[in-house]
């Protein structure tokens, strides 16, 4: 992905009724996340285990001495990796901590108007409806495919145990 390129497609957009996201691929689906919760991407690391982690966590990685655990999506969502492409981890923030998702790769940061999605949109096998809030379309531009993304937030992505395990407020 060439940032400088994806950022200045992002800002090219001025209307007032459109929003950023990062787009991510999770299997053969795209989900896109508001950008103002995405923190940054890193290329994959090995994970540690640690027994203070929460149970939900596939494992954490070591950020600027703070262990920050990573949930991997395609486990989560039950989808099978895309074997083209290298995986990222998408540091995100679920306030007030930071956790990192595993996707199979990250598309473009675009700016777009989101709309109620309808029952007709494709979502993962253990994705639960009630959680995507929004969906976009997406344009075909270098590698984002023409088509639709769900939009979900990154504590949306957590259920209600796990944001208890993480300390944060529940989304009542």
Do not use: Q
Not at 56 to 68: M, Q, T, W, Y
Not at 148 to 159: G, K, R, S
């Amino acid at each position: 992905m060439n940032p400088p390129l994806v950022a200045s497609r992002a800002r090219t957009s001025s209307s007032s009724a459109t929003e950023a996201f990062v787009v991510v691929r999770v299997g053969g689906y795209c989900a896109a996340w508001p950008v103002h919760d995405v923190r940054e991407v890193r290329l994959p690391v090995p994970l540690v285990r640690d027994p203070a982690l929460p149970a939900f966590a596939d494992g954490a990685l070591l950020l600027r001495r703070a262990l920050v655990p990573v949930v991997d999506l395609r486990h989560r969502w039950s989808v099978a990796p895309s074997a083209e492409v290298g995986d990222r981890i998408v540091l995100t923030r679920v306030a007030p901590f930071v956790i990192g998702f595993v996707v199979d790769e990250v598309l473009a940061v675009v700016r777009a108007p989101a709309r109620v999605p309808s029952p007709a949109v494709a979502l993962p096998p253990r994705l639960e409806r009630h959680v995507v809030r929004a969906v976009i379309t997406l344009t075909r531009v270098d590698r984002t495919p023409a088509g639709e993304a769900f939009v979900v937030t990154p504590a949306e992505v957590l259920d209600e145990s796990e944001r208890v395990a993480l300390g944060t407020p529940s989304r009542s």
